[in-house]
């Protein structure tokens, strides 16, 4: 079955504009996670969205929202970009809402100038 | 969620097996001990995960101490496509936090 796809896979932005990512989760599955990667602070956990309800939050300014859809499909919004935001958005999902293996996709790796 | 502690790097010849450490000697008895690898520009690879006993796959073998506070990811007979970072990473499932928290990993590069 096809796995997990995040769009656009690249996308380059300008300081103070907003900017959605997408992801669709693997078939069945009803839990996607984000996470931020950045070369100073690694992988971090930013949300879990698990039947259109915000499971978890981690430690993000308000700036980065998501949402989940009926469908399972997840969005990720980043407003008023800073420089700081340039990094690889990568987007998990699972069955159940405490997963035992989450699939992750290849990512979308956004860069702010 | 516990705390892991990985060697920064490693090497391994191609072909022989590759012992990956990880201590966790905090973790709770609800926690198991979860290991994703990422090879470079890509999204993190789920390879295994245990509680208490010894766990083998497809991908990898885990071993986890008697007292849970370290195991060794093994990889039989490493390749050039093992090369990645792999984390180590422990979660208690129990509950509804479910998130993975990342530490920095081992960067594992396997020679010729």
């Known amino acids: 079955k096809a796995g997990v796809t995040q769009t656009p896979r690249y996308l380059i932005k300008t300081r103070g504009q907003q900017v959605t990512l997408s992801c669709s989760p693997i078939?069945?599955?009803?839990?996607v996670s984000w996470y931020q990667q950045t070369p100073g602070q690694g992988l971090q956990f930013l949300f879990e969205?698990?039947?259109?309800?915000?499971?978890n939050k981690g430690n993000f300014p308000g700036r980065f929202s998501g949402r989940q859809f009926s469908n399972s499909r997840s969005e990720m919004n980043v407003s008023t970009l800073e420089l700081g935001d340039s990094a690889l958005y990568l987007c998990?999902?699972?069955?159940?809402?405490?997963?035992?293996?989450?699939?992750f996709g290849s990512g979308t790796r956004l860069t702010v100038v | 969620d516990a705390k892991t502690t990985q060697p920064p790097s490693m090497d391994c010849a191609e072909g022989r097996a590759a012992n990956l450490p990880c201590n966790h000697s905090?973790?709770?008895?609800?926690?198991?001990v979860y290991w994703y690898r990422q090879i470079h520009s890509q999204g993190p690879q789920y390879i295994i995960h245990?509680?208490?006993n010894n766990e083998t796959n497809e991908m990898a073998s885990l071993i986890i101490t008697e007292d849970r506070k370290s195991s060794t990811l093994i990889l039989p007979h490493a390749t050039l496509r093992d090369t990645a970072v792999y984390y180590c990473?422990?979660?208690?499932?129990?509950?509804?936090?479910?998130?993975?928290?990342f530490g920095t990993g081992t960067r594992l590069q396997v020679t010729l």
């Open positions: 245990g509680l208490k």
């Open positions: 990473i422990v979660r208690d499932l129990t509950g509804t936090a479910s998130k993975l928290t």
């Open positions: 078939s069945g599955h009803r839990s």
């Open positions: 969205y698990f039947s259109e309800t915000q499971r």
């Open positions: 998990a999902s699972s069955e159940g809402v405490v997963g035992y293996g989450y699939t």
């Open positions: 905090t973790i709770s008895g609800n926690e198991y």
